[in-house]
């Protein structure tokens, strides 16, 4: 696996491929690779000729300085699991060279509306991070396909958005999400649970299919009441939570009366970690 660390070499093994005609697939990380990203990976391979991973703790991304110092950091643990996937490139910088002047008088890129609500709101700044991060690959890897998981469903929606309007020959292709047996979504973050705290997680999807199914039996309707008790079964089992409601699938408007299409999306803290989860479902007249 040639692990490049330099921009300027990886835009000249770029070209190389370009010049072999070669089709690329990018799948952007922040590593403490888990189940999730190797899904993305085996996803990449169906589409292209060669993959490559980035792995980039993106600071501009996180608005609370202690989560960023407490993320895991397994690179050599990260490495095994790429040459096990057969991965050729891992492009793998550090902070200057990818923010060379700082963070502070960097360019960056915001998405309006999307990037402002829900999860937006409840973190700002964190999508104009992650939208700057991504774009700064983009140019960089000049991938045809780029592959991100469903549990980041707003992220997701931002990512599609701002590759058609800032016409980015790029295709996203979205992973489903891969659970554990319990059905806890893989994150990095798991990782930070107690283990008290790892066997009250699975409540979280547990109580998000529930939901779904509820407003699936009701048509509907009632959508706010719905809401409010599976928020108040959550805080009873010890979730704090932040975000947990019904919205269009599309723009991400709140729902509060029958819709075809809805997306349950959750934002929760369990203890000192947050874990997201959602759930899109699709009512029938």
Not at 189 to 197: G, M, T
């Amino acid at each position: 696996m040639n692990i490049i660390k330099n921009v300027h070499i990886l835009e000249k093994k770029i070209k190389e491929l370009k010049k072999k005609k070669k089709v690329i697939g990018l799948v952007p990380t922040m590593g403490n690779l888990h189940h999730g990203h190797i899904k993305l990976i085996s996803s990449a391979k169906k589409y292209v000729d060669i993959v490559i991973v980035s792995i980039f703790i993106n600071p501009m991304q996180f608005n609370n300085l202690l989560d960023l110092k407490k993320y895991p950091k397994t690179f050599e643990q990260d490495c095994c699991i790429l040459r096990k996937e057969k991965i050729e490139i891992l492009f793998y910088p550090d902070i200057h060279e990818m923010y060379p002047i700082g963070l502070k008088n960097h360019t960056y890129i915001d998405v309006p509306k999307l990037s402002k609500i829900i999860e937006g709101k409840a973190r700002p700044g964190h999508f104009v991070g992650v939208t700057t991060i991504v774009c700064k690959l983009f140019n960089l890897v000049q991938p045809n396909f780029s592959f991100f998981g469903e549990k980041d469903y707003q992220q997701l929606l931002i990512v599609k958005k701002l590759v058609k309007e800032l016409n980015y020959p790029i295709k996203i292709i979205s992973v489903p999400t891969i659970r554990l047996k319990n059905g806890l979504a893989f994150s990095s973050r798991n990782k930070n649970l107690s283990i008290s705290e790892q066997k009250k997680a699975p409540f979280l999807y547990k109580t998000i299919k529930k939901t779904c199914n509820i407003i699936r039996q009701k048509k509907g309707k009632n959508i706010h009441k719905t809401i409010q008790e599976s928020r108040e079964y959550l805080r009873k089992k010890g979730f704090y939570i932040d975000i947990f409601n019904a919205y269009d699938p599309k723009t991400l408007d709140s729902i509060c009366k029958p819709s075809k299409s809805i997306i349950v999306l959750a934002s929760v803290w369990l203890g000192k970690t947050r874990l997201i989860d959602n759930k899109k479902i699709t009512l029938k007249n």
